[in-house]
């Protein structure tokens, strides 16, 4: 309880774990607000708590699920990230040795997506008050020139492609099978990653007309979103969805809709069609963008409707996830 | 939990609650980060988590907690806050209508402090994982010219005042006589207040050498941090401490050092001693400084100390908190 004191052994918390790993010449002046000197510029600005259960899982844990997560909330809004805070809300007897390991991935994820955590924030809560350690991350980045247009999505159209950049539902079938009580196992691990790279490759081509990260509420939820309000459809096929057969055959299992499942390091892009085998080459040549794939396209008939065609021809609207899939899963 | 699922029942508390109350064109646009148009300046950027026990105390409640905390580690930056994220983590079956209260209050303390909340986020956990609801806001702000000095105290030295804004440690008995366990009860409310436009009326005199808020481990642990490692310092009068009689009297009731307790409108400034008056003029024409008192000042002796003048002449070292006097204070 002490290090969540505000006093001596807060200041020593701070000192020997988050300094040491996070230290830069912002972060460690320690003064109420972390300071940067800025250009003229449009700035994105985003936040986002992580509750994930359990904290540790296979490809990740709660600390690089934050940098990434947050990190990519940035890039899909065609923003160079650039810092990051970090406040972190800990159950009394959280095991410092694990904290030490949340933390030292945050580092090297900070270092991967290169950004600077420049200013944080630690609470500590009774035994009973909170399930383990739940972390925030908020993040600022400038918006590129020429990306400006692509979160809201304005120039989306008829005739677009639709890519997602690898396979899906890995975060969400890693999370799940370290959760002791389904009994599943697997060989999945989470596709947590900061994106900015693979999306910086692509955002200065101008032919990336929106971009959303595929998460909580799974790429359904995303395509429904677009066409809200539009006046244009969603048409995908469902054999062009790159997923595992693992995965598959765990969502038949459980009984689960593979389009609602979660992702930590995917994107789903509107691609000016001109472009979209360009735009597909380049994102193959990434490391994170090896499997991505045209799923399809936005049309003009049914304008306001995602819809899915499946793998035996017929056809089904795609809705928001309604009610709770899997909670905590980021 | 549905509301926390990133689906469709997320999407419905998102427009019917936070949009109602928070509404603006940043906000309304619902991207994965909220963009603004910014000049070319000194940024600073700061994050906080609540999770005050109870939500509700005299005074106040988290939500405006949560805004006026976040704005004031902006302010004693030296920085015109311009905007704040919020991101909620609440305990399923958290009353819809305490959370309205607490979303129309976050709005009220918004708007006295002339910010917008332009991002934010959700998740919702199972009973038992978290208690009641926990809140992060990020806020971001420009640090004003003759004010880049404040934050890091290098004009701070020999001779300069030590003022505090008002009375001390109204807000941790405010919440202290909230919760039913110590079973006091007392007629103070909490000091829960935004202070960017009361430090902004002196920020542009130049001479504020150093400003803090004075918040978890109270003004003892910040007169410490001001002295570490420095060439100087301080020197207080425990008379000149304003203070109302009856949280003196809860101290000593309950054995609590009102040095460490926390205020959550309450800064402490170092100023410059040929202006000294004048600040306390214009201190105390603002209803947030009507009781704003020169407590002590910085000296050449014993540098690296803070000493306190008891009322019977006596003195004695302040050092950090040590240990935890107070929980979930803010």
Do not use: W
């Amino acid at each position: 309880m002490g290090h969540g004191s505000g006093g001596k052994l807060s200041h020593e918390l701070i000192t020997s774990l988050f300094l040491r790993y996070f230290g830069n010449d912002k972060l460690n002046e320690l003064t109420d607000s972390a300071i940067a000197d800025l250009p003229e510029c449009k700035l994105a600005f985003t936040t986002d708590s992580y509750v994930v259960d359990p904290v540790f899982f296979p490809g990740g844990n709660i600390g690089n699920l934050a940098i990434s997560g947050t990190v990519n909330d940035l890039a899909v809004s065609g923003a160079v990230p650039l810092y990051l805070s970090a406040s972190f809300i800990i159950e009394e007897g959280f095991d410092m040795e694990q904290l030490e390991e949340i933390v030292a991935s945050m580092r090297d994820e900070a270092g991967r997506a290169d950004i600077q955590i420049i200013t944080g924030d630690t609470k500590v809560v009774r035994k009973g008050q909170c399930d383990k350690i739940f972390i925030n991350t908020s993040g600022i980045g400038i918006i590129e020139k020429n990306a400006g247009h692509i979160s809201g999505g304005k120039l989306a159209g008829p005739g677009d492609k639709i890519f997602v950049s690898g396979y899906l539902g890995d975060h969400a079938m890693a999370v799940l099978s370290a959760r002791n009580e389904l009994n599943i196992s697997s060989n999945v691990t989470s596709d947590v990653a900061p994106l900015n790279q693979l999306i910086k490759s692509i955002t200065n081509t101008g032919a990336i007309h929106y971009m959303r990260d595929i998460t909580r509420g799974g790429l359904a939820t995303i395509l429904s979103e677009l066409v809200q309000k539009r006046d244009f459809g969603v048409y995908i096929l469902e054999k062009d969805i790159p997923m595992r057969e693992e995965v598959l055959g765990f969502c038949e299992l459980l009984g689960f809709d593979p389009l609602y499942l979660a992702n930590e390091g995917k994107v789903m892009m509107v691609v000016d069609n001109e472009h979209a085998e360009e735009i597909l080459y380049i994102l193959r040549q990434h490391p994170l963008g090896k499997h991505a794939a045209v799923i399809g396209e936005l049309v003009s008939e049914k304008p306001g409707r995602a819809v899915i065609e499946s793998l035996t021809g017929g056809t089904r609207i795609i809705n928001m996830l309604s009610g709770e899939q899997l909670p905590r899963i980021c």
